[in-house]
T-cell receptor, first 113, second 111 residues
Framework: AQSVAQPEDQVNVAEGNPLTVKCTYSVSGNPYLFWYVQYPNRGLQFLLKYITGDNLVKGSYGFEAEFNKSQTSFHLKKPSALVSDSALYFCAVTASNTGKLIFGQGTTLQVKP | DGGITQSPKYLFRKEGQNVTLSCEQNLNHDAMYWYRQDPGQGLRLIYY???????QKGDIAEGYSVSREKKESFPLTVTSAQKNPTAFYLCASSTRGGGGFFGPGTRLTVL
């Protein structure tokens, strides 16, 4: 069965500091991994994805994520947080052979000035 | 412009009524999805379809029904059997192995 875990309900960082939002996954088969951001009362916006290749993936708005196969993780990172990064972040996974896209519970990122 | 649209943005339902939420995409994506979002519970998969005339149940399909008669359209019907339908509903589409592109959502409220 596929599953995604985001162990932190909320992450608090100061503006200018690096941020990490954690995600671990479980799939049978090759994983396709994604990060999305959601602002209040809006749909989800795609940030980045890992399909294959380089384990470090760069995405929109300066975000990046590192795929770690041995730890089954795909943590979202940004070197210097902005107040405008404050939002709800979702990690998602699909297996290459199913097409079923499953989401984590979401992590609220709060960046304080 | 390519994209995915959902209508209506807000929907009110009386108890015992069936209502249908629209989802249309012009991205030529094969796969389409419906999710339900409740506060603090993330996104839960209701139904998904990888090809026209075929769809599969997600994790919370009870009380919902879908159809996929056209590639562009994947309407969701919330039936009277769904006991707690008040939620934010999100539709998405994707290529196989690609990330989902999401619509703006429909907020359904039961009166």
């Amino acid at each position: 069965a596929q599953s995604v875990a985001q162990p932190e309900d909320q992450v608090n960082v100061a503006e200018g500091n690096p941020l990490t939002v954690k995600c671990t996954y479980s799939v049978s088969g090759n994983p396709y991994l994604f990060w999305y951001v959601q602002y209040p009362n809006r749909g989800l916006q795609f940030l980045l994805k890992y399909i294959t290749g380089d384990n470090l993936v760069k995405g929109s708005y300066g975000f990046e994520a590192e795929f770690n196969k041995s730890q089954t993780s795909f943590h979202l990172k940004k070197p210097s947080a902005l107040v405008s990064d404050s939002a709800l972040y979702f990690c998602a996974v699909t297996a290459s052979n199913t097409g079923k896209l499953i989401f984590g519970q979401g992590t609220t990122l709060q960046v304080k000035p | 412009d390519g994209g995915i649209t959902q209508s209506p943005k807000y929907l009110f339902r009386k108890e015992g009524q069936n209502v249908t939420l629209s989802c249309e995409q012009n991205l030529n994506h094969d796969a389409m999805y419906w999710y339900r979002q409740d506060p603090g519970q993330g996104l839960r998969l209701i139904y998904y379809s990888q090809i026209v005339n075929d769809f599969q149940k997600g994790d919370i399909a009870e009380g919902y029904s879908v159809s996929r008669e056209k590639k562009e359209s994947f309407p969701l019907t919330v039936t009277s059997a769904q006991k707690n339908p008040t939620a934010f509903y999100l539709c998405a589409s994707s290529t196989r192995g690609g990330g989902g592109f999401f619509g703006p959502g429909t907020r359904l409220t039961v009166l």
